[in-house]
């Protein structure tokens, strides 16, 4: 069965600091996908990104950045010079290919805190 | 730029009420979700759906009902509300199969039930 653990429950970090979101996830398909939504403290869930796994090429966008590791099973996000409007809830997520049309399977979440 | 629009935002029940969570999106999309967020915990899919006419349960589909009359519309309805069932409800839809296909969010549905 399918599973993402995202083992920082909270993370306060002080602005301008880099700071990284765990995500690991358990799957016995071969080819699956893996997201990260971002919810802001208003509460709707934003799309950040989506990576196949067969594409482990990091990728980067702006502030943030994705670590893609097939070898730990792992997708971390990183935000670089972070900025109190990055505080919100980040969840991860995996959809595998073989798993029908139910969606996603999403980690707990991470509290990103961001002081000024 | 509406997406997905689920109604109403806000809602206290009392236990044993009924009510419908609407849920809309102008996409096109074929599948549409219905997730829950109870605090401090991922969502979890209550029922999907893969076209009109169509719905299966999910991981949590206990309490919950839903139809999908058109490609458009899929609500979720709650026919005797519990405590347990005091959640954040979200609408998703995507344009095809889930995996693969970044599946988009409503805003959510803050649901009470006293």
């Known amino acids: 069965a399918q599973k993402v653990t995202q083992a920082q429950t909270e993370i306060s970090v002080v602005e301008k600091e880099d700071v990284t979101l765990d995500c690991v996830y358990e799957?016995?398909?071969?080819?699956?996908?893996l997201f990260w939504y971002k919810q802001p403290p208003s509460g709707e869930l934003v799309f950040l990104i989506r990576?196949?796994?067969?594409?482990?090429q990091n990728e980067i966008s702006g502030r943030y950045s994705w670590n893609f590791q097939k070898s730990t099973s792992s997708f971390n996000f990183t935000i670089t010079a972070s900025q109190v409007v990055d505080s919100a809830v980040y969840f991860c997520a995996l959809s595998e290919a073989g798993g029908g049309a139910d969606g996603l399977t999403f980690g707990k979440g991470t509290h990103l805190i961001i002081q000024p | 730029n509406a997406g997905v629009t689920q109604t109403p935002k806000f809602r206290i029940l009392k236990i044993g009420q009924s009510m419908t969570l609407q849920c809309t999106q102008d996409m096109n999309h074929n599948y549409m979700y219905w997730y829950r967020q109870d605090p401090g915990m991922g969502l979890k899919l209550i029922y999907y759906s893969v076209g009109a006419g169509i719905t299966d349960k999910g991981e949590v589909p206990n309490g919950y009902n839903v139809s999908r009359s058109t490609t458009e519309d899929f609500p979720l309805r709650l026919e005797l509300a519990a405590p347990s069932q005091t959640s954040v409800y979200f609408c998703?839809?995507?344009?095809?199969?889930?995996?693969?296909?970044?599946?988009?969010f409503g805003e959510g549905s803050w649901l009470t039930v006293v």
């Open positions: 998703a839809s995507s344009y095809d199969q889930g995996a693969g296909n970044t599946i988009y």
């Open positions: 990576r196949n796994s067969f594409d482990e």
């Open positions: 799957t016995r398909d071969t080819t699956y996908y």
